[in-house]
């Protein structure tokens, strides 16, 4: 069977190497553009949406078209970026591996000029570059266009955007007439159109999908919190999604650089991109993120335009953009190359309208999530790390040696008591950490009103329902506990409610007005030598609004809104002394925390 870039009319070298890059077949904007590119002898406007394979588009046919043996410049591709400029020139590198004296060379501003002037002298048949720094190399006289045979114009919407339109008139001026002009974007604003029509003659024009809309294969959620909680609910979905490799985008260089910053602090694998980086800086940001040693990208619209890298899980948006139409591009990032991923917007409840504004042009709906309570996150957690513990690869023969002194230790011990034992480990971290989470959702209706910031809380009916951190693994019983709570306050056991002993934690029920008495009763007990904590559970089972211990929960939320409010900056939080002591929290990329009293007061 053909190669079915072959029957396009690739050749078996460029194939070959594009083959390596993983692609076996051309995507749709691929298959229609490589033919009609390939003639060489039309203008060409190609609408696709991001991620659907441009670069190739272009790119394929320019490595057929272009003389190798010649060593001038023959094709010119500009885009708005500098990471884009190097992700082009990178991606055109690779599919041309197997040709041989086949040169490309990157031109963008804040790096060396002397470097790329050198590049350009040792003679260069693709120069991919940024419109400012082209200029700056054609004012030096130290380029000749006069060959040039084809120009492409990538994400030509974002270059206008960007204020290039002067800059691209003054560069397209000094190659040939007869040149061939080719132009991407995955919008057509009418700006665009108006180039179009100014740089091309009768241009070829193609549409893949409907324009402006977004890729079918993103979903797009939002969460409604308030400003204050934004942060917090933030860090909570990322901790619901442990594997989650994402970009988080942020209106302004300095929301970028602080929420990077705080991140970094709550020992997170963040970095930042954004124009006050210098060159080196931003290369370096993009490095780690492309090798994944980056979990987490913050950056602004303009740094992280267009940029690719595969496998994206989640776009955050941390704050929606200013221009409705730059959401498409910040969603696009994920889901790339028939890939799927999350487009997440947090809001606050009087940008819902922003929402449905986003829905109408992107042509797909929305849907409202819920920020995950801290069980949820827990949950999510332990199964991760049970996922963790299969799929790890043993080191057999270092670890062969130290295995008969294991199994001794273990001797005692079920195969069940051991996975409990392994499991609690990293779940009892989470557990202290998220203890006192309380619920970030806000109403959409309700404007930032007292009433639902306590929605949802522990008060069931009649019913307080009470987290303790005791579980089955520290041969905790009903019978322990009825008995202690008989014994230390005058609360008959009949008037408990349900106890539900899980592994290494229970919940029990009391009624609303033994709720303080029983917490009291429990605070600075031990249980077989381990201190108790108990805790009002924050699960969302019918509880209902009002009763007798609302007052209390009340005064729980209250607490825990002034540490959320004062943790990040001034670092205070009231619950430090009851929970300090921990050997260090472990984050979502294995890193050990040393302080996690640091990271808990950010809830
Ligand atoms: P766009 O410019 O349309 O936003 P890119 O050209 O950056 O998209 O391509 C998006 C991703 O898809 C890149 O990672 C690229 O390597 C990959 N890709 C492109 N074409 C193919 C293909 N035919 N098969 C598999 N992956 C592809
Ligand atoms: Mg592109």
């Known amino acids: 069977m053909n190669n079915p870039f072959i029957e396009l009319g690739i050749r078996h070298d460029i194939v070959n190497a594009i083959s390596e890059l993983g692609f076996e077949k051309p995507t749709p904007i691929q298959e229609a553009s490589i033919p009609v590119l390939l003639s060489g002898s039309n203008d060409f406007v190609g609408l696709a949406q991001t991620g659907t394979g441009k670069t190739a588009a272009f790119g394929l046919p320019l490595l057929e078209l272009i003389d190798f043996e010649e060593n001038h410049p023959q ?13 082009i020139a990178s991606d055109l590198t690779k599919f041309a591996k197997n040709i041989p004296n086949a040169k490309v060379v990157a031109v963008y501003g804040g790096a060396s000029i002397m470097d790329q002037l050198r590049s350009i002298k040792r003679g260069v048949q693709i120069v991919v570059a940024t419109p400012g720094r082209m200029l700056d190399i054609i004012g030096r006289k130290a380029i000749d266009f006069s060959d040039i045979r084809y120009v492409v114009l990538d994400e030509a919407d974002e270059m206008l955007n960007m204020g290039f339109q002067d800059d691209i008139d003054e560069i397209l001026s000094t190659t040939p007439e007869e040149k061939k002009t080719w132009l991407f974007s995955a919008t057509m604003p009418s700006e665009v159109r108006r180039i179009a029509k100014k740089y091309m ?5 193609l549409t893949m999908g409907k324009q402006n809309t977004g890729n079918a294969n993103i979903e797009h959620e939002y969460y409604i919190v308030r400003a204050r909680d934004k942060y917090a609910a933030f860090k909570r979905i990322v901790d619901f999604n442990p594997d989650i490799f994402g970009i988080v985008f942020c209106r302004t260089k300095i929301e970028t650089q602080e929420i990077a910053e705080a991140l970094i602090k709550d020992g997170y694998n963040a970095d930042s991109l954004h124009g006050d980086l210098s060159q080196q800086q931003r290369d370096k940001v993009m490095k780690r993120y492309r090798e994944r040693s980056l979990q987490l990208l913050i950056a602004t619209d303009v740094a992280a335009r267009g940029i690719d890298v595969n496998d994206v899980t989640h776009v955050i948006n941390y704050s929606l953009p200013d221009e409705i139409e730059n959401y498409t591009h910040r969603s696009g990032r994920t889901a790339r190359a028939g890939k799927t991923g ?3 917007a947090i809001i606050n409840s009087k940008e819902v309208g922003k929402i449905r504004q986003i829905e109408r042009v992107i042509g797909k709906q929305f849907i409202k999530a819920e920020v995950p309570t801290g069980f949820d996150v827990c949950e999510k957690q332990l199964f991760s790390i049970i996922h963790k513990v299969h799929n790890v690869t043993v080191n057999d023969s270092q670890i062969e040696q130290y295995i008969p002194r294991i199994m001794d230790e273990f ?106 008495q029983v917490f009291n009763s429990f605070q600075n007990a031990e249980f077989k030598g381990r201190p108790v904590r108990i805790e009002i559970s924050g699960e969302t089972r019918n509880e209902t609004r009002g009763g007798a211990s609302n007052s209390y929960n009340r005064r729980e939320g209250g607490n825990r809104r002034d540490g959320d409010r004062s943790g990040r900056r001034e670092g205070g939080s009231g619950n430090r002394d009851r929970n300090s002591g921990g050997g260090g929290f472990r984050d979502f990329s294995g890193k050990r925390r040393e302080d996690r009293t640091e990271r808990r007061k950010n809830y």
């Open 75 to 87: 094709a010119l591709v500009l885009c708005p970026t500098r990471e884009l400029c190097l992700q």
């Open 342 to 344: 999350v487009s997440i």
């Open 411 to 516: 001797a005692d011990l079920s195969k069940e008591d051991l996975i409990k034992r392994f499991a609690s480990i990293e779940f009892n971290r989470f557990l202290e950490y998220y203890k006192n989470a309380p619920d970030l959702n806000a109403t959409e209706d309700r404007r930032d009103g007292a009433g639902d910031r306590f929605a949802r809380t522990g008060t069931r009916g009649d019913f307080t329902r009470l987290f303790i951190n005791l579980g089955s693994v520290d041969g905790f019983s009903r019978g322990d506990l009825l008995g202690y709570i008989c014994n230390t306050t005058k609360i008959s056991g009949r008037t408990v409610g349900k106890i539900d002993v899980k592994g290494v934690y229970s919940f029990f029920e009391v009624q609303n007005s033994d709720s303080d």
């Open 201 to 205: 003659t009768d241009p070829h024009e």
